[in-house]
Each structure stands twice: as C-alpha cells, then as structure tokens.
C-alpha cells in the first residue's frame, strides 16, 4: 500500500503556469503513475500518464502541449508541470497509482488503487 499526497495548487491567472506535486508514502518506482481532475459537476477524467521508469508519458488531448508529467523516484514524486492555463483547466487534482493492467497505458480510473485527497487548480479568466 502506498499513501499519496498532493501539493502545490492554488490560483493563477490564464496564461500563467504552476507545478503540482504528489509525494509518496514509501518507495514508488514500481507504480504506473497517473494524474486525474475532476471539475464541480464533471466525472473525474484523465489528464496524464507515465510509466514506472519515466519512459512513457500520454496525455490527454485538452492539455496536450502544455502539461509535463514527471517524476522522481529517488524522492517518491510525481510532478505535473502546467503552463498556458486556461479557465477550464480549474479543478481539483489527484494523483492515483496504478494497481490493475497496468502493463500499457491505461487511463480507466477503476485501474488506479491508490489515489491522494486532491489539490485545488483555480484559474481565472
């Protein structure tokens, strides 16, 4: 079992940008990595992927171009660089550890055993 924790969110003007972090409870080089958000009233949806040893990313096509997913195994963090922000980025964050089929990207939340209690992204117009 893994414990993960989100940090970094906040507001920022569209345009700006703003890096979230997620910090693992204990050694994460094993998991599949993933990023998720969820805006008042929408479903959680997937917003990036990568592989145990950073060398796979997918994203999704809303963020494409503007988001980094990145991480550090010997500090058990996963990063989400952002930049170009808009509006409709606003949501909460999280992060989520893959558990089921997690051999080749997947993007299914039911995958994803291990998730943090999210960050808030707030950008204005």
């Known amino acids: 079992q893994v414990e993960l924790n989100e940090s970094g969110g906040g507001f920022v003007q569209a345009g700006g940008s703003l890096r979230i972090s997620c910090a693992a409870s204990?050694?994460?080089?094993?998991?599949?990595m993933g990023w998720f958000r969820q805006a008042p009233g929408n479903e959680r949806e997937f917003v990036a992927y990568?592989?145990?040893?950073?060398?796979?990313?997918v994203y999704s096509d809303s963020v494409k171009g503007r988001f980094t997913i990145s991480r550090d195994n010997g500090k058990n963090t996963l990063y989400l660089q952002m930049h170009s922000l808009k509006p409709e980025d606003t949501a909460v964050y999280f992060c989520?550890?893959?558990?089921?089929?997690?051999?080749?990207?997947?993007?299914?939340?039911?995958?994803?055993?291990?998730w943090g209690q999210g960050t808030q992204v707030t950008v204005s117009a």
């Open positions: 989520a550890a893959c558990v089921k089929s997690c051999h080749e990207f997947t993007k299914e939340l039911s995958n994803y055993g291990y």
């Open positions: 204990r050694p994460f080089h094993n998991y599949v």
């Open positions: 990568i592989d145990a040893l950073e060398r796979d990313t």
